[in-house]
């Protein structure tokens, strides 16, 4: 059971497209954490955030924290083959669990 | 690279059979948290050490096992193995002040 819902589940998509991804959950948590893997690596972070209503930007993504710190969201700008990965979600409460994650497929 | 060990990266063995993972956390880190990845899978929590301690269980079986001994490395044990059980399993450690979990690469499981 995931505690974490994150949507879409597959993501393909032509460059210079934008998109979004959603992470879900009925859970409250003190941060939520994004992670990108690449095949045959483990996650690495992404961003951390912890306030709600907190935005936050790292080049072309901006990455959203929901009022109620039950949710969030990652927007992609002008998307690039180099951001094809499985993008997952963390929450951290007791411990640190994990989304399915929504892998992203961005087409040259 | 993460500063985080893993071995076997590879391992192949039947079924009924025991296994042992190793995890070696980044210098300094004092948590050590292991994950199971199935195909097309997101990471599946199985349980948390902190300086030696259990912390936190998630959904590990019983035929699973681990502990994190004085010296901060971490082994997981697999026994009376099913082909179900064949994933990556991956260990991380946590930054200390940062809350960011570093992965190893994985060790890679598969049951025949």
């Known amino acids: 059971t995931q505690l974490l819902e994150q949507s879409p589940q597959f993501l393909s998509i032509q460059e210079g497209e934008n998109l979004t991804v959603y992470c879900n959950s009925s859970s409250v948590f003190s941060s939520l954490q994004w992670y990108r893997q690449e095949p045959g690596e483990g996650p690495v972070l992404l961003v951390t955030?912890?306030?709600?209503?907190e935005v936050k930007k790292l080049k072309r993504l901006t990455f959203q924290f929901g009022d109620a710190r039950k949710d969030s969201s990652l927007h992609i700008t002008a998307a690039q083959p180099g951001d094809t990965g499985l993008y997952l979600c963390a929450g951290q409460s007791n411990d640190m669990r994990f989304g399915a994650g929504t892998r992203l497929t961005v087409k040259p | 690279d993460s500063g985080v060990t893993q071995t076997p990266k590879h391992l192949i063995t039947a079924t009924g059979q025991r296994v042992t993972l190793r995890c070696s956390p980044r210098?300094?880190?004092?948590?050590v948290y292991w994950y199971q990845q199935s195909l097309d899978q997101g990471l599946q929590f199985l349980i948390q050490?902190?300086?030696?301690?259990?912390?936190a269980k998630g959904n590990i079986l019983e035929r699973f096992s681990a502990q994190q001994f004085p010296d901060l490395h971490s082994e997981l044990n697999l026994s009376s193995l099913e082909l179900g059980d064949s994933a990556l399993y991956f260990c991380a450690s946590m930054g200390t002040n940062t809350g960011e979990l570093f992965f190893g690469e994985g060790s890679r499981l598969t049951v025949l």
């Open positions: 210098s300094g880190d004092l948590s």
């Open positions: 955030v912890v306030t709600g209503g």
């Open positions: 050490y902190y300086n030696g301690e259990e912390r």
